[in-house]
């Protein structure tokens, strides 16, 4: 290449040379063959490309504020180039860098290791007012370097994405879900309804029928709402909320205990509320979007009361009633616990009413025919590009109930439960 152009140089400088004909011959441009004359007019030996950089950048991102990107990207592996920059100018940062510029500088740097996969379109939903609705489940158990194995609970509250509770439980038994429960409940007051998928310890309970949590959480005048069986859209938030505390707490670690674990949650559960900009709240941090619920907890659990008219019975040990000289499941959650039986307009179907909910149908005309039942079924189904409603009629005869829901973008529509007519 060099000898070409030193050829092109001494051809095009000789006596009646013809620049335009030299470099028709050379195959270069007549541009291209006049830059390396005047280079050559310069006394220039040097015949290689140089940088086409300029000499100045003055707009380039100075040395260390890269640094300071790579090392809160090192911090915070799963935040990128959209995150970081409302980060940045949420803590006084000057001169942030565009997205695609914190994007380049990670790549960079080695932070990005291959472009990411196109995000599919979701319609998103949230409920539009504070503590109306808590979503709760386990993330699933993760192995400790002692051989036992923790069990994440997470309490998510779905207006504001505000992790409200994240405990390193033993085990997924109810006793220990009701102390955690109540410790939020007793400090944060508690919510409208809260939302859960259907595995124990809230979900169903032996034949079916409530649960003693369900039951509980019923008496203090909060709803208890399940998703459809294998549709975890509706838990949505809550699902996105362990995979990233699953990223950031544990990643390739393996802690030595629970305690250790639970230590790593509280850190993370603080960052995640104030200081993780989160993209569903345009970039706000949860705690800008928290309240605490105006509703205080109990010192004792109300009292059950019925109507004169109703015919009171009080659930055995095995989940049943007696009504009628026969014995009738109702459910094992509210053993020990009074239950009203009221006659419905069919002759001899009548409906098991506890906390005014109903939670059983006996039909005395078929002795076989006893539909225990959770008394709120959610059944929410969301769906890429757009919203579905999916309602099931239960042979109780309950009818859909609607909820009003709000878009990101502030446009609203609503969602729909099951409950009793």
């Known amino acids: 290449m060099e000898e070409q152009r030193v050829e092109f140089v001494r051809f ?16 270069i441009s007549r541009k291209t063959g006049y830059k390396w004359l005047a280079r050559a007019a310069t006394g220039a030996a040097d015949w290689t490309d140089r940088a086409r950089r300029p000499p100045t950048s003055p ?38 860098p565009a997205p695609s510029t914190i994007t380049d500088i ?19 939903f949230e409920h539009p007012e504070p ?12 192995p400790l370097a002692t051989g036992q194995r923790v069990h994440p609970l997470t309490l998510l509250a779905d207006h504001s994405r505000f992790a409200r509770g994240l405990f390193a439980c033993p085990h997924e038994r ?37 649960t003693a949590l369900e039951a509980w959480l019923l008496r203090l005048g909060i709803e208890v709402w399940h998703g459809r069986v294998d549709h975890p859209q509706p838990q949505g938030k809550g699902e996105r909320l362990h ?7 544990f990643g390739q670690r393996r ?53 004169p008219d109703d015919q009171v019975r009080l659930v055995r040990s095995q989940g049943s009633i007696r009504f009628h000289n026969r014995s009738s499941f109702v ?24 906390c005014q909910r109903e939670v059983a149908t006996i039909d005395l005309t078929n002795p076989s025919e006893v539909y225990p039942r959770s008394p709120h079924t959610c059944y929410l189904s969301l769906r890429s590009e757009h919203l579905s409603r999916n309602l099931v009629v239960s042979p109780l005869g309950w009818r859909a109930r609607f909820l009003d829901f709000a878009r990101n973008d502030g446009s609203a529509y609503r969602l729909g439960a099951s409950a009793p007519m």
């Open 255 to 307: 802690f030595p205990d629970r305690a250790a674990s639970q230590t790593a949650f509280d850190a993370f559960r603080h960052t995640d509320n104030h200081d993780r900009p989160h993209q569903a709240l345009a970039y706000a941090v949860p705690v800008s979007r928290y309240q605490p619920s105006p509703r205080a907890f109990p010192a004792r659990l109300p009292e059950i009361v019925y109507g």
């Open 59 to 96: 707009r380039q991102t100075p040395a260390e504020g890269e640094a300071q990107i790579v090392a809160l990207r090192q911090a915070h592996p799963r935040w990128g180039g959209r995150k970081l920059p409302h980060w940045l100018v949420q803590h006084g940062v000057a001169d942030v």
């Open 243 to 249: 995979g990233t505390s699953a990223g950031e707490v």
């Open 331 to 354: 459910s094992r959650g509210l053993i020990g616990l009074p239950v009203a039986v009221r006659p419905t307009t069919t002759d001899g179907v009548f409906q098991v009413i506890s």
């Open 174 to 210: 109810q006793d220990l879900v009701h102390a955690h429960l109540t410790t939020c409940l007793q400090r944060d007051g508690w919510p409208q309804a809260i939302l859960t998928d259907n595995g124990p310890p809230w979900g169903t309970s032996g034949m079916g029928g409530l």
């Open 131 to 142: 503590n109306a609705v808590w979503q709760l489940d386990f993330m699933g158990h993760r």
């Open 106 to 124: 990670l790549r960079r740097h080695g932070q990005l290791t291959a472009d990411p996969a196109a995000p599919r379109r979701l319609q998103r």
């Open 12 to 27: 095009a400088q000789g006596e009646d040379a013809n620049v335009a004909a030299e470099c028709r011959r050379t195959g």
